[in-house]
Every structure is written in structure tokens, then in C-alpha cells.
């Protein structure tokens, strides 16, 4: 199974994400970094529909959101 995420500098930044984009009515789970993305380090990314994906990329960045990286597909077996 594919799972779509944007990956956030900070778990702030994520935490504001998840509101601003439900506020818009963008489906979206906060989740734990893929292992596949994040080496060493430990945090929150935010998984949505890959039709989701370019709009709250979009609305995120508008709205002051740093983004480590944006609408990353991960395989999930």
C-alpha cells in the first residue's frame, strides 16, 4: 500500500498543519516519520490522498508551514 506525506521541520509545524488543513476540510493523520524518510531522526508527518497533495502543499506554504518534504509517496508492505 502507497500512503502519501509531507514531512514538517518541526512537530509545531505539524501540529499546525493538521489544523489549518482540516479547517479546509483536507482529510489528513498524523503519523510518525516514515523510517524510510527520516534516518535517524524522530517526528510527525501528515498523511493524506494523493489528490490532496498539491492543494495542501499549497495552503501550507501560504500559510507560513516549513516543509521538509512535500507530497512524498512511501510504500508501505
Known amino acids: 500500500m502507497d500512503i502519501w506525506v509531507i514531512t514538517f521541520s518541526s512537530v509545531t509545524h505539524a501540529l499546525r ?13 498524523l503519523i510518525p516519520i516514515p ?10 508527518a501528515a498523511q493524506l490522498q494523493e ?11 501560504e500559510n507560513g508551514i516549513e516543509m521538509v518534504r512535500r507530497g512524498v509517496k512511501v510504500n508501505r508492505q
Not at 523510517?35 to 510527525?44: N, R, T, V, Y
Open 17 to 29: 498543519a493538521e489544523k489549518l488543513l482540516n479547517n479546509i476540510k483536507i482529510s489528513v493523520k
Open 35 to 44: 523510517h524510510e524518510l527520516s534516518g535517524p531522526c524522530e517526528g510527525l
Open 51 to 61: 489528490e490532496d497533495i498539491d492543494q495542501a502543499v499549497d495552503f501550507l506554504k
